[in-house]
């Protein structure tokens, strides 16, 4: 009043402008009561728009009123301004303060002496361009106040600040704390509470700051969670802050790791585990983008019971279970009121809404009726604010109460059943009817509430009225005032004084009735009220369960929302080690392909190998066969081999194969351990047929036919298959029958052009004697019986035995009869190794003679069949007596003819044909003028390894051996000739048998005279 008194009446001008100053100082932290603030707002208003005022008061007037309109809302300062803030306010300037956020950013706010809480936060939301700023206000943090217990690390206080303080006071506040308590304090803006509406709410910058607010109260420990949730909130916060750029990072990685999961937390388990796991959830969210993981990491927090609360900090004054510790902290979301120990941070009880029936505050306590396992109790706690929970608290009830109303009321309008449309759930019929009734009961109760409307409608058209009429009264009490100041007639104005006296009398009559009528209506309002509350209270017990129910679906689904990141998680790992899988599958089928292609190459590899091997003994064969035909046109004596099968007394006696011949030329066995090895021209096989072995043996015939001197012989120990060989068996013939037949085959087939003479003589030498085995054939000639058997040579070298029975012979049969008649007479006897050993050399000789019928040439053939006793060695035979010496007289002739060989093999000078008369008989035949086929036969046992050894060291030193052969042609005129001689030596009185060898000389080494 001293101020308006001042302002208005004062006649200094300067006086006047200073006390306006005061004016505008006071309206700025001082505004007046209640009661004077209708006059003073009137008369300053009028000052700042009256324009006779000069222009500094009306500015300084204006100035007032806008503070006065600030400050009449939010109260007297609690502090007076000092000097400074005096000075800045007259002078326009503005001071400024610094204002936190949870990530530890600030930004500068401008005040002035009147800036409220409230005004400071829409600067701020300004400033950082924030839209929905509802939910947000300014704290006071005061640094390291919140401790709990002496000992534990302090916790910073955050307390929330009253939309209506002055930026001014809390900035005094923080100055007095610092001087008395050494407290540093600080401005932060952060959201006062979550709401359920946030989550609509896209805005980037509030998402932005919602999250960072979560994840410092989650950081800090106010949301206690287990491990798995640990985890993927620490990969969330990674993912949301640093992308997925940590993956190939470990240093970075485990910063991160320090800076996203809470101490407590961490320590809780070995850090590799910890990476580990982290790390797989981590990288299952790279394509998660920086937002959406901010998202999700809201909505975990959001689905934990206690997620999205504020929190305060309490000291325990009234606690009916005796759980509570002195201090705690308090958390109020959405669900209700969480309560926590402090250090270590724990969670101990949750009091859901529905439990809470009732609460309140005063300025240093808070209380909670509430219900725990199904008792009511109330719960005390000391804190200065106590509002501020109410108020929390209360705003989440209306926020619940709302959402419910306006689905209602959604349902309503839409004319669906609220039960279809309530969360879109249907619980069963049962609940359905209840809905029902519930809305029929609530349709009632708007009906009733309408009509009482209507009528508070007509109540109000009354007190229109009444107005209206009082305005009429007032206006003939002006009339009555004018009339006064115009001073007319006393009487006149008695009757109106007493016009004026009945108007008063009836208007308050009139008052009287109009606050009756008021009083009833507000009564009515009142009943009214009470009936819609009883109406909804049923209402909204329905809604509150449904609520409990959606929340506890909306835990459901944060718990299903887990599952799946996990499963994703999962999913990948395992998308991982299929796709892994995979490429193992392929590399093994790789291998198997190359392995497949290796083999193909080996076996085609070994095929062509065997068809080399093939291709080079075919090779080897053939060379040999050339070798072979070359020693043949060279005169060298043939030599063939023949291995006998193993005898059936050789088995029994267990002796076994100990012969290999690799090819039809070779013949190898071990001596001495050493592999050895002979080539012969031929070499035959156990089991090649007697038919097989002449087949090779023809052309020698032809040969015979032709003029040659042929000699086929067989060399042998003892039972190795000479007389086999030579001359065999009635079932299997040898070369002499096969070679009789083929002799007459030629003659027959060369009869046209030849006439041919075919005579044959057999000599056996037994013990040294050489005996006639056709003598006795020769009957009635008694001188002849016993002749004495020279061994001659002609002039060509071909030996002949003078005196000897020669038969002549015209076919085959004739002549194998001869030679069967011939055999019987030979000497045989059996031994240990052959059952018909032959005791004695066998010579069978056919001479052929062939006149060319046009030339009238003579040929002279001879065809010799030699089969030799065997070599034995007499122990192994088992000879005694007569058969010891003629095993003797064997092994002498036998070793005489191996020394011809070894001579003739080693070019000696002398040959010693003369040394016995075997030798002397074959001489002719080996080293000598013959085609000489010799066949060494040995036996495959290992028991005559010995033996056959020797037999090939013999046979190979004979094929060495280069006869000179010669045809013996004699031409027409020889045969004149030597038909004139024959005349003249029958004049001369020779017998006729003497008479053909008349000029023959002794034989002689040809050899030793040629030297
Ligand atoms: N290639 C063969 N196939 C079948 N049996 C054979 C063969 N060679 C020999 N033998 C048999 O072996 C036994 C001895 O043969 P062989 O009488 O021909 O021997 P050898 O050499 O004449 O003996 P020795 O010097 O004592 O007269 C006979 O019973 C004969 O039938
Ligand atoms: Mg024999």
Redesign the pocket.
Known sequence: MQLVKQTRGNPNPSARAKAWQLFYLTASCMPPTKDFMGVVSEYIHQVAHDEDEPTETRTLAQKTWNALKRTSKAGQRRTLPDMQEIDALFKGAQSTAVVSFLDETFEELVYDASTTVSEAVVSLAAQIKLENFSTFTLFAVHKGKGASEPGQPAVDEHVLLDDNRYISDVMFDFKQMKTKEGIASKLLLKKRLFRETDESITEPQFVNLSYIQAQHDYMVGAYPVIREDGAQMCALQMQAEYGPTLAGDATAFEQALEKCMPKSLLLGRPREEWKGDVMTRYKALAQFTKDDARQQFLRVIRSLPYGNAIFFHVKRIEDPIGLLPIKLVLGINKRGVHFFRPVPNEYLHSAELRDIMQFGSSAQAVFFKMRVAGVLHIFQFESSQGEDICMALQTHINDIMMKRYSKAKEAQDSGEDIAKTVAGADFGPKYQAHVAELQRQLDEATGALEAKEKELDQLRSQAGDLMDYQAGVEAVAIDLSSLNLSGGDPAALQAIEARIRKAEGERAALAQKLARIDEDHSKEMNKLQAELDAARGPVKDQLKQKDTKINELMEELGNKEMLLNEAQVSLTSSKDSRKELEELREMKADVERREKQQAELISSQAKRLEELEVLYRDESLQRKKIYNAMEDLKGKIRVYC?V??I?PFEEKKGQKVAIQIPDELSIKLEWKGAMKEWNFDSVFQ???SQDKVFEDTKHLIQSAVDGYNVCIF?Y??????????IYG?DE?PGLTPRGVTELFNTIDRDAGKFSFKVEVYMLELYIDDLQDLLADNKKGDKMMKHPKLDIKKDQKGVVTVPGAVVVPVHSARELLSVIDGGLKNRHVSA?D??????RSHLIITVCIEATNLQTQSVSRGKLSFV????S?RVKKSGSAGEQLKEAQAINKSLSALGNVISALASEQGHIPYRDHKLTMLMSDSIGGTAKTLMFV?VSPVDGNLDETQNSLVYAQRVSTIKNDVTKHDDSSAVLKMKKQVDFWKEQAGLPPHKREYVDLIEIMDEKQVAQ
Not at 716 to 725: I, L, R, V
Not at 833 to 838: A, T
Not at 867 to 870: C, E, I, S, T, V
């Open positions: 023949r006998r099968p005898l156990p089991g090649t067989a042998g120990q003892t039972g190795s298959g000479k007389t086999f060989t068996n299997l031994t190794m052959n059952r018909e050993s032959s089969d030799l006793a065997g034995e036969n």
